[in-house]
């Protein structure tokens, strides 16, 4: 059976970093990607990656802040968060599929039960 697990959330000070970390295991996938969902708000996508070209996506008011990346061999993804501001507070969501999806979430079939990240201002 398909899992995904998010690991790396938690407390961190404005202006700091953190990682996240999805594993997945149960198959293969085509495109993964990185979603999150504020208190009150709608889930929103940050970024996505190709498992095999390794093209990666961006919401736009993230680029230069958070980077996405894969490492094949362990079937694990990625999202470096750097300058962190307390709007980033949400739960983040991994999110796998195995055609080709970007933004939306209706497009990913799989996903994890996220990973809280809180950012103190």
């Known amino acids: 059976q398909v899992q995904l697990v998010e690991s790396g959330g938690g407390l961190v000070q404005a202006g700091g970093s953190l990682r996240l970390s999805c594993a997945a295991s149960g198959g293969t996938f085509y495109n993964m990607g990185w979603f999150r969902q504020a208190p009150g708000k709608e889930r929103e996508f940050v970024a996505a990656i190709r498992w095999n070209g390794g093209s990666t996506y961006y919401e736009d008011s993230v680029k230069g802040r958070f980077t996405i990346s894969r490492d094949n061999a362990k079937n694990t993804v990625y999202l470096q968060i750097s300058s962190v501001k307390p709007e980033d507070t949400a739960v983040y969501y991994c999110?796998?599929?195995?055609?080709?999806?970007?933004?939306?979430?209706?497009?990913?079939?799989?996903w994890g039960q996220g990973t809280q990240v809180t950012v103190s201002s």
């Open positions: 999110a796998a599929s195995r055609l080709f999806a970007v933004v939306t979430t209706s497009e990913y079939p799989y």
